[in-house]
Nanobody, 124 residues
Framework: QVQLVESGGGLVQAGGSLRLSCAASGRSFSRTIMGWFRQAPGQEREFVAAINWSGGSTNYADSVKGRFTISRDNAKNAVYLQMNSLKPEDTAVYYC?????????????????WGQGTQVTVSS
């Protein structure tokens, strides 16, 4: 029902910024919970941020709180992740994901649809 495509990744120096986008197609996007996750080599996929359907509720991993901001534009069927003050530890493939309900939006297993991922590399 939903297809997700991430974009905006790239190479940036420590302290710099990137803005990731996730374009969605399909039915009922406006009622989804959307999440951003990331996965580094040899690591399990970890939660980064989530946002409810209206944009009125957000949740962040402690490691990115105060540096990253998740937002959505339902008129454009899009979700964004603004990443500031980037650190080498932020280097990973970043994925967006969608679900219509979640008991805990921080868990990978709660999401039904995933994008293909976009690489973010932070150099020092």
């Amino acid at each position: 029902q939903v297809q997700l495509v991430e974009s905006g990744g790239g190479l940036v120096q420590a302290g710099g910024s990137l803005r990731l986008s996730c374009a969605a197609s399909g039915r009922s996007f406006s009622r989804t919970i959307m999440g951003w996750f990331r996965q580094a080599p040899g690591q399990e996929r970890e939660f980064v941020a989530a946002i409810n359907w209206s944009g009125g509720s957000t949740n962040y991993a402690d490691s990115v709180k105060g540096r990253f901001t998740i937002s959505r534009d339902n008129a454009k069927n899009a979700v964004y992740l603004q990443m500031n003050s980037l650190k080498p530890e932020d280097t990973a493939v970043y994925y967006c994901a969608a679900t219509w309900r979640a008991s805990n939006a921080r868990l990978v297993g709660e999401y039904d649809y995933w994008g293909q991922g976009t690489q973010v590399t932070v150099s020092s």
